[in-house]
């Protein structure tokens, strides 16, 4: 079992982490949200945390984005692989937010964007820190995602903390 923080990180290399969200029974007043956060077997970096606040998976999605990205950058990470199964999240931070600020956090409808907050931490994140972001299938064969998935969903049971 290893505890290796970061694999070998010089300039030109990518760090992979993959993280996850996940909410029981998301959309509902009783929702539970956590985030998972897989750096690699028995790394002590690897995380499993509830959220406060609106208990929802894209709401967790991103944050536990945020938090790979804080982790990597106290690291002094530069380069970052971020494998995700959001769509929405990717989507979100490499082609919506530009456009979401160009029209004062307004979706294309004029909808004010949901995730704006969590959107705008994200791209705080983001500062500083290459960013590769990729995505996995979901519950398909990838041990990286499985494993974020299940940190993600023990996030869930966990007493709520703040990001």
């Not at 985030?35 to 509830?50: D, F, P």
């Not at 791209?123 to 990729?134: H, K, L, P, S, T």
Request: proline share 2%; net charge positive; with cysteine.
């Amino acid at each position: 079992m290893s505890t290796t923080v970061v694999p070998d990180h010089g300039p030109n290399k990518f760090v992979t982490v993959f993280i996850d969200g996940a909410s029981s029974g998301n959309g509902q007043e009783t929702a539970q949200a956590g985030i998972g956060v897989y750096w690699g077997t028995g790394n002590k970096l690897n995380t499993s945390l509830r959220l406060t606040g609106r208990q929802t998976n894209n709401r967790a999605e991103i944050l536990a984005a945020v938090h790979a990205l804080r982790q990597a950058k106290e690291l002094g990470v530069n380069n970052i692989r971020v494998c995700t199964d959001s769509q929405f999240l990717i989507n979100g931070i490499t082609k919506w937010i530009d456009k979401w600020k160009g029209n004062n956090w307004n979706t294309s409808t004029g909808k004010p964007v949901v995730n704006k907050e969590e959107f705008m931490a994200l791209e705080n994140a983001c500062q500083g820190i290459n960013v590769d972001w990729r995505y996995v299938k979901a519950h398909d064969k990838n041990h990286g995602n499985n494993e974020a998935d299940k940190l993600a969903v023990a996030g869930c049971n966990k007493s709520p903390e703040d990001l």
